[in-house]
């Protein structure tokens, strides 16, 4: 093999870095409009008049777009997944987070068309807020989400909470010498890719749509505009491909939609590009976790059991949180196996914009939370972190919290290299640990039940 | 007032591919008279390399020179269907489509060649742009002989597609969220030293270097692993240290709108990075390959809380780690205020923060 494993150029590095890759924005058509957003002042509000009259009759001003110029208003990124849509593409009677859209204006210019957002007629009736997920149970809380209440009810089974339940954790806890316990809390960060969200959209001779898409997605961003616009994939053509940084923000399709409505209310091309103000205060971030893990642990270093609450904050609707939320259940154990496990998680809502992917969507704050707490864990029994670590490995064979086998697990494995790495003395016992399937010391009666049947995966 | 240092570390796993699976990918390929080829796929490039790394495995499988290969991925009219550029798949699961479709590329190659010079497609292969008889290296035709005469001696179009879909993993039991068959691909794993300073009169964190191991699976562009893994770590030091949409949670107030007012990390708080690279191929990727992109910002945060930790004994676990709450954990640590709850067996950290001091609406506990 001399093409798999060389280190060849990027394929498109040079262009990037001169300059000359084309990215949306540097898309030009002729009679192009531009278009800006009218977006909510109030966290949550009702709306009591949505007048666009002024606005509309502006010089400039092509086209005004509002909830009622949308065929399919509601469209849920996870409908195809069985998962009832709960977010309107622009908002009608209620703004539930600052920064939600409402209309979006294609003029001229971009100064004319943020003026025509400004002549837009809107009164709001405000309502009291919600921010911290830990106090949206409350009976007195606000009601956040229509659809849903204020935590998701619709997983299988009807159950209003996501559960892991494996072994017998009481038993686990009752045998445990000690019981650990830690609340981590990670925030909501922004993707912050240089390029914003943008797209110019193209109303074709033939009645098609071209659409200039940044998207990290073309074909599920296809679905999503094609759902909201009611046709048939052969009525649109996604251009994109090269997208100037995404990190999960670019998957939510959070310009092409409105775009391509306002390009077909026209009937000219339009470009929307957002200001890097909008990107950072209304595009999808990264969502909030609240994790509460409760380890029941041998003084000999065992972890016999794990009972976990989260919470994770969606913010205003619900997008891919329920996807991040079984994700995160699924890997609650870390690079870890624990026989007994009791997890329970929520997607609660909050008047904060809705959360989206980002970097390790689901995991990256649960293995924050893991790993301080297995060094909280280790320091309190007063052992070296590396064995405490190396000790509960996952290896051959073992269960997930699904009960599927792990094929190929390679924590001792990173673990031994890291140490060598860093200078760091393994006593022999941990120097000579493998991934394979447990057995003398490591396989302890209370991982006997643990062993997968056997490879297959 | 001194400044202290300390290390700490994290391990973490993460998988390939959407969480239980069902996300298809497509491809295909033709080849040009004089034997380049171009792929077309609908797979968005972030930056991730997936342009780079799918033509490096179409040109390995077909036999031909990287600079033989086109890549479009321009599309939804020409390239076929991609779930996205996401859940670290582009790699692993729109890898193998291209794979897929560069076998069938090569097959028909050798079905040409085979007539061509009259022997067995069995006793041929392609390498570097030439199809040779195994054992006889002096008979042979170039890559671009054959497409020029599957066009205009045998009126063929050398092509091929492929298609990859790891078959959706359902919750067949959803009070135990036990799963039919395994929810994703192959699972990547790392490990990560954090070692930090901490000014215990400002609050203010210094990350000095962070040391990380990482088994990818296959390296199929180690220049390009380098830089997701490179990226990924400073991308987990900002998580860890400085990045926070609402700094004034539990207002929603004073968020940072810019680049001056929301702060990534910056090459003033690049530290150094040594990465140690472990190949453990995967049963079911191209050449071996597993998912690398998302994980590479999931180790650092907790390593740096731990080394934080090792240097001035405090546990912040609200993140970022702001000088504001390592000086608060700091003033509580002095004021005797910072010891976890200790009965019997228990020992509870945190309680301040749990859902039971907000609610009774929620019960929660061992």
């Known amino acids: 093999m001399k093409v798999v494993g060389a280190r060849l150029p990027r394929y498109d590095g040079v262009g990037h870095v001169t300059g000359r890759t084309t990215y949306v924005d540097d898309v030009r058509v002729p009679g192009m409009l531009h278009a800006a957003a009218l977006r909510s002042p109030h966290h949550n509000a009702r709306i009591t008049r949505l007048d666009i009259g002024a606005a509309a009759a502006m010089a400039g001003v092509h086209a005004v777009v509002t909830h009622a110029d949308v065929p399919l208003l509601v469209y849920g990124h996870l409908s195809g997944a069985g998962i009832p849509g709960d977010e309107p593409l622009l908002a009608k009677d209620h703004v539930r987070y600052r920064g939600q859209p409402i209309a979006l204006v294609a003029a001229d210019t971009v100064d004319i068309a943020r003026a025509a957002c400004a002549a837009i007629e809107v009164d709001y009736e405000e309502l009291p807020a919600l921010f911290d997920v830990r106090l949206g149970f409350d009976g007195d809380a606000p009601v956040i989400n229509d659809t849903f209440g204020n935590w998701y009810d619709q997983y299988e089974g009807n159950l209003d909470v996501r559960q892991i339940r494996k072994g017998d954790i009481d038993a686990a806890m009752d045998a445990a010498d000690l019981i650990v316990s830690g609340v981590y809390r990670t925030q909501s960060v922004e993707q912050v890719p240089l390029e914003t969200q943008v797209c110019v959209a193209i109303p074709e001779p033939d009645g098609r749509l071209t659409i200039h898409t940044c998207t990290q997605a073309m074909y599920f961003s296809l679905g999503v505009v094609c759902s909201h616009l009611q046709l048939p994939m052969s009525q649109v053509k996604m251009v994109g491909g090269t997208v100037g940084g995404g990190f999960g923000g670019k998957v939510d399709t959070a310009s092409d939609t409105l775009t391509a409505l306002a390009a077909r209310k026209s009937g000219q091309p339009v470009k929307w590009r957002w200001t890097r103000e909008e990107e950072m205060l209304a595009s999808g971030n990264r969502g909030p976790w609240h994790m509460e893990i409760i380890d029941a642990v041998t003084s000999d270093g065992w972890i016999l059991g794990r009972k976990m609450l989260t919470i994770h904050d969606a913010g205003a609707y619900g997008r891919f949180s329920v996807y991040g939320l079984t994700k995160h259940s699924f890997h609650h154990t870390g690079a870890y196996s624990i026989p007994n496990l009791h997890f329970d998680g929520y997607v609660v809502f909050t008047n904060k914009i809705p959360t989206t992917a980002m970097r390790g969507y689901g995991v990256t704050g649960l293995s924050t939370a893991i790993e301080v707490h297995a060094e909280r864990v280790a320091r309190e029994l007063g052992m070296d972190p590396y064995e405490f670590r190396l000790k509960n490995a996952n290896r051959v064979n073992d269960t997930s919290p699904n009960r599927i086998a792990y094929e190929d697990p390679s924590t001792v494995e990173v673990l031994q290299s890291l140490a060598a790495a860093t200078g760091v003395e393994l006593g022999d016992g941990l120097r000579a640990m493998t991934r394979e399937q447990r057995s003398g010391d490591m396989l302890p009666d209370h991982l006997v039940a643990q062993i997968g049947s056997g490879g297959g995966h | ?366």
């Open chain 2, 1 to 366: 007032m001194a400044v202290h240092r300390g290390k700490g570390l994290a391990t973490v796993e993460y998988p390939t591919g959407m969480n239980q699976n069902g996300d298809p990918s497509q491809a295909w390929i033709k080849v040009k008279p004089d034997g380049r080829v171009d792929v077309f796929s609908g797979t968005a490039d972030i930056g991730n390399g997936s342009k780079t790394v799918q033509s490096q495995i179409v040109a390995e499988t077909i036999g031909v020179p990287y600079d033989w290969v086109t890549y479009d991925n321009s599309n939804t009219d020409s390239s076929p269907m991609c779930t996205g550029t996401f859940a670290s798949r582009a790699t692993f699961v729109a890898g193998n489509a291209v794979l897929k479709a560069a076998r069938q590329v090569r097959e028909r190659i050798l079905a040409v060649a085979s007539r061509e010079l009259e022997i067995d497609p069995a006793d041929l292969e392609v390498a570097d742009g030439s199809v040779s008889v195994k054992g006889t290296p002096a008979k042979s035709m170039g890559v671009d002989e054959v497409a020029g005469a599957a066009t205009f001696v045998h009126g063929e179009l050398l092509t091929g597609d492929g298609a990859h879909l790891n078959p959706g993993a359902a919750i067949i039991d959803p009070t135990t969220g036990e799963v039919d068959k395994p929810p994703h691909a192959a699972i990547s794993y790392a490990a990560c030293t954090a070692e930090v300073e901490v000014d215990d009169e400002t609050g203010d964190v210094r990350v000095l270097s962070l040391t990380q191991a990482y088994d990818i699976g296959r390296a199929m562009n180690p220049t390009l692993v380098e830089g997701q893994i490179d990226g990924g770590a400073v991308m987990g030091l900002g998580f860890g240290l400085l990045e926070d949409c609402y700094p004034y949670y539990p207002t929603a107030e004073h968020r940072g709108d810019g680049m001056n007012t929301y702060h990534v990390p910056t090459m003033a708080e690049l530290p150094e990075i040594k990465n140690v690279l472990m190949e453990n191929p995967s049963s079911g990727g191209p050449y071996g390959a597993k998912g690398i992109g998302e994980m590479s910002n999931n180790a650092q945060p907790a390593a740096i809380a731990n080394a934080i930790h090792d240097a001035v004994g405090v546990w912040v676990t609200e993140f970022p780690i702001t000088p504001e709450r390592v000086l608060a954990a700091l003033d509580a640590k002095s004021e005797g205020r910072s010891e976890p709850r200790r009965e019997g067996r228990v020992v509870a950290f945190d309680e301040e923060l749990s859902i039971n001091s907000f609610t009774s609406a929620k019960t929660w506990g061992a």
